[in-house]
């Protein structure tokens, strides 16, 4: 998985939105759907790291 691949984002857009959308409804990381390992679940823990960080520094606070 690289997800600075055009085609590798496309393909993992809907598990990263669902790991975006996520951590902004408060849900934990624990709640991805997807099988341990697979390039949907990377896909979800990456944006929802993603989300982790950009509320941080919204925020004001460093992560």
Same mark, same amino acid.
């Given at each position: 998985? /690289? !997800?600075?691949?055009?085609?590798?984002?496309? +393909?993992?857009?809907?598990? &990263? /939105? !669902?790991?975006?959308?996520?951590?902004l409804? +408060?849900?934990?990381?624990? &709640?991805?759907?997807?099988?341990?390992?697979?390039?949907?679940?990377?896909a979800?823990?990456?944006?929802?790291?993603?989300?982790?960080?950009?509320?941080?520094r919204?925020?004001?606070?460093?992560?």
């Open positions: 998985m /690289n !997800l600075s691949s055009y085609k590798d984002r496309s +393909r993992l857009s809907e598990a &990263s /939105n !669902l790991g975006y959308s996520a951590r409804d +408060r849900k934990p990381i624990t &709640s991805c759907p997807y099988a341990d390992g697979t390039d949907e679940a990377k979800f823990q990456h944006a929802w790291g993603q989300a982790d960080q950009d509320e941080h919204l925020r004001g606070r460093a992560v």
